[in-house]
């Protein structure tokens, strides 16, 4: 039996707050990514490790909130548990790899292909995590060309916010790396959503077991919710990371000079600037043509 989908039972609200969500995770994300290549490299993992978490509870949180509003009128939906918290692990480690491979090699060349693709990666892992997490009386079936299309989609845009990230030239790159971020998360998101379809099994079974969508999601969601809003609040009151700009050129971008070098060079040259009494000097100097 064919089961009747509606993804948009609330209209237009749950994509729009999906949107706005993983344009936060992204845009909190993208600058904790550009805020570690101005940073020295001791500080690096930290900032890297906190966009890693921003990304992914964006992602995360952008799935389920537009999963809210995903019924199937034959059937109620039921949500595991486990498989729930497993796909947030899921996608805050692979786009952690990705993160990282950006943040330490750079966002160009085969490192940005890297970066990028595997963040993309991880953003189609979350989401068909998330959607292997729901129980209900009957199966999904998916359309392969169409799901390719999704996971191209996700690495694509990831690649391309991830290169917009690196730029460092402020906050109108940010925030275009944000919403880009944004779409590719959203855009995958009911890209795979239109390869779905269900098939149901007898509807008069037993109950499905497992946590309805109210119980479950509206309180798994404050807590990302809350971790994306008080990161995007520190975010705003650093200015390194709104403007985008190093207070001093980073001195991992200069391979093969040490950090003490400058320090020690200026130190040679000190001795040298006693001779500041240039007076005496142009006397001495004016007497020397004479001796000779």
Request: glycine letters at 14%; one cysteine or more.
């Amino acid at each position: 039996m064919q089961g009747t989908v509606d993804g948009f039972s609330y209209g237009l609200v749950t994509p729009l707050v999906g949107f706005l969500m993983a344009c936060l995770g992204g845009a909190l994300g993208l600058r904790c990514t550009t805020r570690s290549m101005l940073v020295t490299h001791s500080w690096r993992p930290g900032w890297l490790a906190l966009g890693s978490a921003a990304i992914g509870s964006g992602i995360w949180t952008m799935h389920f909130v537009a999963m809210m509003g995903f019924t199937i009128d034959e059937a109620p939906i039921r949500y595991d548990k486990p498989m729930t918290f497993a796909s947030l692990g899921v996608a805050i480690l692979m786009v952690g790899v990705g993160i990282f491979i950006v943040g330490y090699k750079g966002a160009r060349g085969a490192a940005l292909f890297t970066g990028g693709t595997i963040t993309g990666l991880g953003i189609a892992t979350m989401h068909y995590l998330g959607m292997a997490g729901m129980r209900f009386e009957g199966t999904f079936e998916y359309n392969t060309l169409t799901v390719a299309l999704s996971v191209v989609i996700a690495m694509a845009a990831a690649t391309t916010a991830l290169w917009a990230a690196g730029q460092v030239k402020g906050f109108l790159w940010s925030v275009g790396a944000s919403l880009v971020m944004g779409l590719a998360v959203s855009g995958m998101h009911y890209t795979g959503m239109a390869a779905l379809s269900v098939h149901l099994h007898d509807t008069s079974a037993a109950a499905t077991p497992g946590d309805s969508a109210a119980a479950l999601l509206a309180p798994m969601l404050i807590g990302p919710l809350a971790f994306l809003c008080l990161a995007g609040v520190v975010m705003m009151f650093d200015p390194l990371m709104v403007m985008g700009k190093p207070v001093w050129p980073p001195i991992e971008d200069k391979p093969g000079v040490p950090a003490h070098a400058v320090v020690a060079h200026s130190a040679r040259r000190r001795p040298l600037r006693p001779l500041r009494p240039r007076r005496q000097v142009g006397y001495r100097g004016s007497r020397t043509p004479q001796n000779r």
